[in-house]
Nanobody, 124 residues
Framework: QVHLVESGGGLVQAGGSLRLSCAAS????????MGWFRQAPGKERDFVGA????????YYADSVKGRFTVSRDNAKNMVYLQMNSLKPEDTAVYYC?????????????????WGQGTQVTVSS
């Protein structure tokens, strides 16, 4: 089993930046992909971006492409979400998650392990 803990959320003004961190504990394997999702009040949990552990390839939702970057540090078992040019519509609880899918995994049903979430609020 894998436990995931997010941190780094907070309140920022539109146009600002935040970096979220996800610490993974327990056993991990190179085939796992690590993803980020977000959920705003009254809305479903949506895919943000993900990165493969083995290949190091990242992919993103269209809404964040060019603004957000997913990265990883295998030595520290850490995954990051760098968020730039933040918009009020980015306001949500952000979750990190782990998946065994080798290809692109864009739905929450493809992820087995989830963190508790961290709040990101972007003011106008």
């Amino acid at each position: 089993q894998v436990h995931l803990v997010e941190s780094g959320g907070g309140l920022v003004q539109a146009g600002g930046s935040l970096r979220l961190s996800c610490a993974a504990s327990g056993r991990t394997f190179s085939r796992y992909s690590m993803g980020w999702f977000r959920q705003a009040p009254g809305k479903e949990r949506d895919f943000v971006g993900a990165i493969t552990w083995s290949g190091g390839w990242a992919y993103y939702a269209d809404s964040v492409k060019g603004r957000f970057t997913v990265s990883r540090d295998n030595a520290k078992n850490m995954v990051y979400l760098q968020m730039n040019s933040l918009k009020p519509e980015d306001t949500a609880v952000y979750y990190c998650a782990g998946s065994r899918v080798e290809g692109t995994a864009r739905t929450r049903y493809e992820y087995e392990y989830w963190g508790q979430g961290t709040q990101v609020t972007v003011s106008s």
